[in-house]
């Protein structure tokens, strides 16, 4: 079966530039899941969606990012304009399920950004 | 505190031993729990899960102590390829649903 697909691997931009993250969840998992993970702060949640709804945006760091899930199977994570201090690695995972259900969650390979 | 933490490592074994790993959270409304393992530049992949019984998986056992909070993961007879980052992670319902990744125990298994 597929696993969490996201794209690009690695995307390398000047400062300024906007950048879309893609993501596609493994299919039938109706949780979907953004993350950010840097050296210094480790892995945070910026955003997760249960059934394409926006359900907790609180880690979205500003303004200046944004995330929609259009249908089940596809989700984008956009910077716009990008920073250097976004430089991270983005991961997307999905789950199926509720937290009561004790379903863990499937990452992506992540896509490994930099802004210069 | 921060909501889940972790042995800060890095952990250094010789092939063969055994390690265990800690980690506390602070919210009471926790409901369910998992070790993860992350490769260097790879994604974190679920190891196993924590059942309230204790769950073992080979040389792996995990272990959930509710009363104290904590939950931990033993790993018997290291090999090399065990070297890796080592997650905790806690679901919890609270105002909603919420993922905490405790920041991870470095292991480094020599040989």
């Known amino acids: 079966d597929a696993g969490v697909i996201q794209s690009p691997r690695h995307e390398v931009t000047e400062m300024g530039q906007e950048v879309t993250l893609r993501c596609k969840p493994i299919?039938?998992?109706?949780?979907l899941f953004w993350y950010r993970q840097t050296m210094m702060r480790g892995l945070e949640l910026l955003i997760y969606?249960?059934?394409?709804?926006?359900?907790?945006d609180s880690g979205m760091p500003e303004d200046r990012f944004s995330a929609k899930m259009p249908n089940a199977s596809f989700s984008t994570l956009k910077i716009q304009p990008s920073e250097p201090r976004d430089s991270a690695v983005y991961f997307c995972?999905?789950?199926?399920?509720?937290?009561?259900?004790?379903?863990?969650?499937?990452f992506g390979d992540g896509t490994r950004l930099s802004i210069l | 505190r921060k909501e889940v933490e972790q042995d800060p490592g890095p952990f250094n074994v010789p092939e063969g031993a055994t390690v265990a790993f800690n980690c506390t959270y602070s919210?009471?409304?926790?409901?369910?729990f998992f070790w993860y393992r992350q490769d260097c530049r790879k994604e974190p992949k679920l190891l196993m899960s924590?059942?309230?019984s204790g769950n073992e998986d080979g040389r792996f056992t995990a272990q959930l102590n509710r009363a104290s909070q904590y939950i931990s993961l033993l790993i018997r007879d290291s090999k090399l390829s065990d070297s890796a980052t080592y997650l905790c992670?806690?679901?919890?319902?609270?105002?909603?649903?919420?993922?905490?990744f405790g920041a991870g125990t470095r292991l480094f298994v020599k040989a």
């Open positions: 299919s039938g998992h109706d949780y």
């Open positions: 969606f249960n059934n394409n709804v926006p359900i907790d």
């Open positions: 992670v806690v679901n919890m319902l609270a105002g909603g649903f919420k993922t905490i």
């Open positions: 924590v059942y309230s």
């Open positions: 995972a999905s789950s199926l399920g509720s937290t009561g259900n004790n379903q863990p969650q499937h």
């Open positions: 919210n009471s409304a926790s409901q369910s």
